[in-house]
């Protein structure tokens, strides 16, 4: 890669706010993700249910799906680096009195679901406000969409890298230590956000009634066709298809007769899945069909599914998570994008809250179901299910948008949307 391509595609680092609220944020994310491990296997090796492994994911992410449209005003009507600043301590606040309960050994189930609730509030406010607050620290426009596909890499590789040193942090020195790594992980970015020099924060006036405004979201999603069933398709598969990962816990220990490392490698591999889709997604030509694409690329995660079910031979079936985790990223990705691009300006922010609520009502639901029915068939058929779930929806979504045309792109404002480059 020459000189002059190494700095394109790191451009935003010539922001200096960006700079340091990616280098915090690369470091809590893998914290972030260690946690995440840690939980699925306490909980798992402690009770040996799948369904109280859907329980557990169903505590953690139904809070947001409630609270996200307050936590969205929220976000519009006050200062973001505050809300960010303190949904920030709050988590660490969350995973020190995680830890603290491991270490001690006084931890109970039923206090890391509490504890999981909590974080759930917690990322209702602090996902509306981190997003947008990217936008204000690049100051140069144009490297917004850089930033965003670097925002988009620095997840999956904290997917990739965090699950992986979980697993031996589990395995040498228990979950209490895990945990604590997460919480002084929350010292980075807390650091990076107090470093900052962003300009000062003007009060936005309120706008119209928030049942006014959801109102004519819902009726523009209505009258727009491709719109719809483009986030019909997405709620189908955060409902039946996408929480498969649920049940990770259960196919190291029971299929293929691991412990917490094998957890922490499979997850790891569907981490590099979700890493070579952003790249994928990131080098597609302008014009490119995306409905094409999507309808490929779900495919691809049911054929991913089906075959991890089957196969118990390790090297083999992590090729198989590698499937899965690129057709999962790629297929909400293409989903939001669409979206994204050809959503009126003035609807965009609307018809996005629909998509979050839902993605992130149906996933903790599809957490449950697919911990329950596991708990009753075993995980290897609740997952070959999944596969041939994802296959249908992929034939009869694709059948829907072939009838409908796309509306013309809207003019996308940079400080609005996530470009064609995620």
Known sequence: MSR???IDTFRAFRNRNYALFFSGQSLS????WMQRTGVSWVVYSTTHSAFMLGLTMFASQFPSFLLSLYGGIISDRYNRYKILLFTQAASM???ILLAILTLSGHYTISGIIMLSVFLGIINAFDVPARQPLVHEMVHDKADLPNALALNSSMVNFAKLIGPALSGIVLQKFGAGICFSINAISFVAVICSLLWMKLPEYKIQPSGKKLFTELSEGFTYIKETPTISSVILM???ASLLVLPYDTLIPVFAKTVFNG?????????SFIGVGALVGTIFLASLKKGIDLKRILFINTIVLGIGLLLFSRITYFPVAMACAVLCGFGAMSQTTICITIVQIHTASHMRGRVMSFIALGFFGMMPLGSLLIGTISQQTGAPTAILCQGILAIVIAIIFSGKLKKNKLPPKANVNPEETITEQL
């Open 4 to 6: 002059i391509s190494q």
């Open 93 to 95: 606040v969350q995973a």
């Open 29 to 32: 994310q893998i914290g972030t």
């Open 234 to 236: 997405l709620t189908s």
């Open 259 to 267: 412990d917490v490392r094998t957890f922490g490698y499979i997850s």
